[in-house]
């Protein structure tokens, strides 16, 4: 038997969610997902990914600092509640409930309620403070496979944000340039911007043409912002 995770896409209404289960070795296939999937959730889900987990693991539970008796995390990224709450009653639960995480941008969450306070978090924060211990200053969440959805122990660690975004480099999931959220400049208009810097035009009125900062058009002229634009035109030759 091996415990395997699978994505499962829901429709709009519902949304994402992730599914596990143990199954013998000659089932580990998107098929069987599928119709798991569709048996436990609705006809309309659809599972996009098929993991294997580990091989017979004996999943650990901790705690959750700050909801003991309420809520434990996993060293495979599940989070389990153990108390049911609501306005007129507070109790245990005979068998501890699964919570469903979603997904918010690249990475899982789940909400955890305590005297009336609900609180979102990420699974790798939950993981990583629970086996490895709180979130030490100036660090970030590593996932090391590069699968933001795959938040079991082994495959998170503690790292500078330099480390997270050379992971993400590596594993080509990094948001750069005209992907960025908020971001007013296209790659052409980079292209534009360092071509005619080159050829002396003021960059006050740049700045004022593209709808950005002069201090944004020096960055740009000097390779600290969009380095990637500038870093490949060099290579081009321009």
């Known amino acids: 038997m091996r415990k395997i995770q699978f994505t499962v896409r829901f429709s709009a209404k519902l949304g994402g969610g992730i599914g596990w289960g ?3 070795d000659d089932w580990i296939s998107l098929a069987t997902a599928n119709f798991i999937a569709q048996s436990n959730y609705e006809a ?19 705690s959750i600092a700050g909801y003991e008796g309420d809520y434990e995390v996993s060293n495979m990224g599940r989070v389990r509640a153990l108390t049911m709450r609501n306005r007129n009653a ?8 699964i919570m469903k995480a979603t997904k918010v ?5 789940v909400q955890l309620c305590r005297r009336g306070k609900r609180r979102h978090i990420t699974l790798q924060t939950l993981v990583l403070s629970a ?9 970030a969440a590593r996932h090391l496979n590069g699968d933001p959805s795959d938040n079991r122990l082994e495959n998170l660690a503690w790292g500078t944000y330099a480390e997270n975004e050379a992971d993400k480099r590596r ?3 990094a948001v750069r340039g005209e992907d960025s959220v908020g971001a007013k400049l296209k790659n052409n208009d980079v292209v534009e911007i360092l071509r005619r810097c080159s050829a002396g035009e003021r960059k006050v009125d740049l700045a004022k043409e593209f709808g ?6 020096y960055r740009i ?10 870093s490949q035109m060099k290579e081009d030759g321009e």
Request: proline share 5%; net charge positive.
């Open 90 to 97: 507070h109790k245990r639960l005979e068998t501890p409930t």
């Open 171 to 173: 594993h080509g999931t």
């Open 221 to 230: 002229n000097k390779g600290q912002a969009w380095r990637h634009i500038s």
């Open 105 to 109: 941008g690249a990475y899982y969450r």
């Open 131 to 139: 086996f490895v211990g709180g979130r030490p200053h100036g660090m």
């Open 44 to 62: 309309s889900a659809e599972v996009t990914s098929v993991a294997v987990v580990s091989e017979c693991a004996d999943e650990v539970w901790r």
């Open 212 to 217: 950005v900062s002069v201090g944004n058009i």
């Open 22 to 24: 143990d199954f013998p």
